[in-house]
């Protein structure tokens, strides 16, 4: 009897999915609730299970085809004849299996990131040989990087020339054809890189977006790390970073300016009485914005550990739907990446969202001194249609106030 292998219902904003790679081939035996198939969403990658035990007798979709919710990638036939299978099956295919496996690492037995695969393909590396640094050993992208450098052969050291004496100038010969690599690669965009890029193109076309700055002093942020960083990774596990002063830090701004914590739908502006913070995390595919839920109820140590799970999740590919949804403000950090400045874009339908950028020291007046400090560029995009100028700027110095004085973040 056969049963539909269909695409399942990921979230209320997803109504499509790519399928990235199948993990049965037709005519292999399957067990109820063996991983079939991965699906590529425009947020997560998720992997589909068998619905029963018995043969993958039809693939409808390939590697590479984009499916609707609901839409059949393939069949599996539950006939008796399927019990036979397993060793008639293992006995006709032990060459083609052996061949497999000297090409190929077995991926059930190798626990790695769908990042780590890439690479491992990319740079022809045998999974099953790389030693895992991710949690519970799962091989991670960098682990797979590694073994490829450790295995590559060293690079001649070609020897420095002798100087030349200066000849006088003449005319350039006419360049002959090159005989370097000037070969192209079309590269299809991944379902989250796409939707990145149509996201940006509408917020442009339906916002308007205008950012303000202002800088920051981070010498009082620094100390108190300093002073306080053995004792609290000593009790939370964890190290004090820049990430839970600035999620307090607009708390704080977004409670003395709400508009900043809304969002337009239709003539209304949606005031939130609540703080969702997204937190902007770097991934293989593209950025993704993990949420802070109810951050003006955690702890400095709660923001920190809960921010650091995060970004382990993304490199692993392991963030769910949940971890993405909603928000009502975000912060970006564009420094840790080497960025002096820079105009984020916003994450709609949010009205607001702040970019930090990399601290360094420059010289600024103090008293009428000259004096060189640890200085940080802000930046707040917002949506101008509900946020007026003026209300951008006090965010700002709001922000300034509460992390050059770092011990009101806790009187407010």
């Known amino acids: 009897m056969p049963a539909h292998i269909v695409v399942p219902e990921v979230g209320e904003s997803i109504v499509e999915a790519r399928v990235a790679r ?71 295919e032990a060459p083609a ?31 099953a040989s790389v030693k895992g640094t991710g949690v519970a050993g799962r091989v991670m992208k960098s682990d797979v990087e590694q073994a490829a450098k450790g295995s590559a ?47 940006l193109v509408e917020v442009q076309s339906t916002a308007a977006m205008l950012s303000t700055f202002n800088e920051v002093d981070m010498s009082g942020v620094m100390a108190l790390r300093e002073r306080r960083k053995v004792a609290f990774k000593d009790k939370n596990g964890v190290n004090l970073g820049l ?13 003395a300016i709400p508009r900043v914590n809304s969002e337009l739908q239709g003539d209304e502006m949606v005031l939130k009485h609540y703080y969702d913070i997204g937190v902007a995390v770097g991934a293989a595919e593209g950025l993704v914005v993990p949420v802070l839920r109810d951050a003006d109820t955690m702890s400095f140590a709660q923001v920190e550990q809960q921010v650091r799970f995060y970004a382990k999740a993304a490199e692993e590919g392991t963030l769910s739907l949940a971890d993405l949804k909603g928000g009502t403000f975000t912060i970006t950090n564009g420094g840790v990446f080497g960025s002096l400045l820079s105009t984020p874009i916003l994450n709609p339908p949010q009205a607001g969202i702040l970019g930090l950028h990399a601290i360094k020291d420059r010289p600024i007046a103090v008293g009428g001194q000259v004096v060189i400090r ?39």
């Open 243 to 255: 990430s839970s002063f600035f999620v307090k830090a607009a708390i704080g701004a977004l409670k």
């Open 22 to 92: 199948w993990m049965k081939n037709v005519g292999d035996v399957v067990a109820l609730g063996d991983p079939l198939v991965e699906l590529e969403t425009d947020k997560v990658n998720l992997e589909v299970p068998s619905p029963v035990a018995g043969v993958l007798s039809r693939i409808d979709h390939q590697a590479g085809a984009d499916v609707k919710i609901g839409e059949v990638l393939g069949v599996i036939d539950e006939s008796g004849a399927a019990a036979a299978a397993p060793a008639a099956a293992a006995q006709a």
């Open 153 to 199: 052969p060293a690079k001649a050291v070609a020897p420095v020339p002798a100087p030349v004496p200066a000849a006088p100038a003449v005319r350039p010969p006419a360049p002959r054809a090159a005989s370097g690599d000037r070969s192209e690669e079309r590269v299809r965009m991944s379902k989250r890189r796409a939707t990145i890029a149509r996201r």
């Open 374 to 412: 640890p200085m940080m560029y802000i930046a707040l995009t917002y949506d101008h249609r509900i946020i007026d100028g003026s209300e951008a700027v006090r965010f700002l110095v709001k922000i300034k106030e509460l992390i050059e004085d770092p011990g009101a973040l806790l009187i407010d």
């Open 97 to 127: 299996a052996a061949a497999a496996a000297a090409k190929a690492p077995d991926t059930d037995k190798t626990r790695a990131t769908p990042t780590a695969k890439k690479a491992a393909e990319q740079n022809d590396v045998n999974l």
